[in-house]
């Protein structure tokens, strides 16, 4: 005869469900590149477009998210003040109000 055995909860039983502890700051050598955004979300930059760019799209921005890096360039998406059209452009074509 087989012995009976207690049937188990498969919600306590999944780790997901389990409260995650805080971890602490990452060392410095371990940081993501997108830990080293110049900017900050919310902040107003001008923008100045390359020279292969429309002049037209010069003007104010506000930094909408911060981006990963393309080519060792970080990257920001931006909203116009203007007409409100978000572009995505690079660290290197802002300057701080």
Do not use: C, W
């Not at 389990?18 to 955004?37: F, G, L, N, S, V």
């Not at 911060?66 to 203007?82: E, F």
């Amino acid at each position: 005869m087989k012995a009976k055995t207690k049937p188990s909860n498969l919600y306590s039983d999944l780790a997901i469900f389990k409260r995650a502890e805080p971890q602490p700051p990452r060392p410095r050598a371990e940081r993501r590149p997108m830990d080293y955004h110049k900017f900050a979300v919310g902040q107003t930059l001008l923008f100045s477009p390359a020279a292969s760019e429309p002049v037209k799209v010069k003007g104010f921005y506000s930094v909408v998210r911060l981006m990963p890096p393309d080519n060792g360039d970080n990257q920001y998406r931006l909203k116009s003040d203007t007409d409100g059209h978000e572009r995505v452009v690079r660290e290197s074509q802002l300057t701080i109000v």
